[in-house]
T-cell receptor
Framework: QKEVEQNSGPLSVPEGAIASLNCTYS??????FFWYRQYSGKSPELIMS??SNGDKEDGRFTAQLNKASQYVSLLIRDSQPSDSATYLCAVTEAGNNRKLIWGLGTSLAVNP | GAGVSQSPSNKVTEKGKDVELRCDPISGHTALYWYRQRLGQGLEFLIYFQGNSAPDKSGLPSDRFSAERTGESVSTLTIQRTQQEDSAVYLC?????????????FGDGTRLSIL
């Protein structure tokens, strides 16, 4: 069973802190990794994509990928109350880049 | 440019009725996906289309569910003889191609409620 696992949370951080969201995946040869944000009652929106080991930074967001450990994370610096949402990790299915395997998401609450 | 467009945004219908949901992908996006998301749950893959290739229907939960897409344009998801457990948000996404490095972009969804 191919899986993507995330801590459901809620993860609660104070405004201005760094929020760290983690995701592990079971299929060693998955190639592409995505983080989406989903506000309550809204559809998922893409935040970051990452394809190779290491860090990728975009503004306050940094995605980190470690394929050997089958681990991808998302760091949010200077967290704002507007970052409060559910963060979904998605990983391409190995041998079938046509499909994404989705985690159930981590709920983040940024407290003012 | 325009994003993924879904209609209707909300649909309330009686158990046993058929419903048709529509998705208009981003122009130039060749891949189109349908997902179901029940309240408080994760995304459940239903089906995807890529151009004129045979669709991957592996996620359709029963034969009451079907979907069509003509070329690289609009897709419709049809649910026949609706049941209360069909109540969910139905999300459509499109991507530029089927390569794994192309992210999916979502529409606002159709919220389906079966009475």
């Amino acid at each position: 069973q191919k899986e993507v696992e995330q801590n459901s949370g809620p993860l609660s951080v104070p405004e201005g802190a760094i929020a760290s969201l983690n995701c592990t995946y079971s299929d060693r040869v998955s190639q592409s990794f995505f983080w989406y944000r989903q506000y309550s009652g809204k559809s998922p929106e893409l935040i970051m994509s990452i394809y190779s080991n290491g860090d990728k930074e975009d503004g306050r967001f940094t995605a980190q990928l470690n394929k050997a450990s089958q681990y991808v994370s998302l760091l949010i610096r200077d967290s704002q109350p507007s970052d409060s949402a559910t963060y979904l990790c998605a990983v391409t299915e190995a041998g079938n880049n046509r499909k994404l395997i989705w985690g159930l998401g981590t709920s983040l609450a940024v407290n003012p | 440019g325009a994003g993924v467009s879904q209609s209707p945004s909300n649909k309330v219908t009686e158990k046993g009725k058929d419903v048709e949901l529509r998705c208009d992908p981003i122009s130039g996006h060749t891949a189109l996906y349908w997902y179901r998301q029940r309240l408080g749950q994760g995304l459940e893959f239903l089906i995807y289309f890529q151009g004129n290739s045979a669709p991957d229907k592996s996620g359709l939960p029963s034969d009451r569910f079907s979907a069509e897409r003509t070329g690289e344009s609009v897709s419709t998801l049809t649910i026949q003889r609706t049941q209360q457990e069909d109540s969910a948000v139905y999300l459509c996404a499109s991507s530029q191609n089927l390569g794994g490095n192309q992210p999916q972009h979502f529409g606002d969804g159709t919220r389906l409620s079966i009475l």
